[in-house]
Nanobody
């Protein structure tokens, strides 16, 4: 049974930093692209960042470029999202997702597995 479990969310002031983690189990981690998405209240889920299955290609949304960094640890089967210079508009539930042999696309439909999400709230 595949499980993706996110952690690290919380309440932070604008300008602050957080690091999200997503631990994957029940799958061959190195065969999957890993992505981060977010969904704010009343809005559609949107792409944040992803690494392809090899870890060699990184894709980052323009809205977070220069502030967010994605990384993956194949030993720990974990993908991270380091978020800095946080803004109130970054407030959302953050989800990690896995895409078999994926290229790190930003399309939600490509991802087979999803975590339950972790809440990030940025106060002004």
């Amino acid at each position: 049974q595949v499980q993706l479990v996110e952690s690290g969310g919380g309440l932070v002031q604008a300008g602050g930093s957080l690091r999200l983690s997503c631990v994957a189990s029940g799958l061959t981690f190195n065969n999957y692209a890993m992505g981060w998405f977010r969904q704010a209240p009343g809005k559609e889920r949107e792409f944040v960042a992803a690494k392809d299955w090899s870890g060699g290609t990184t894709t980052v949304a323009n809205s977070v470029k220069g502030r967010f960094t994605i990384s993956r640890d194949s030993v720990q089967n974990t993908v991270y999202l380091r978020m800095s210079s946080l803004k109130p508009e970054d407030t959302a539930i953050y989800y990690c997702a896995a895409d078999l042999w994926g290229t790190g696309t930003g399309s939600t439909s490509n991802y087979e597995y999803w975590g339950q999400g972790t809440q990030v709230t940025v106060s002004s």
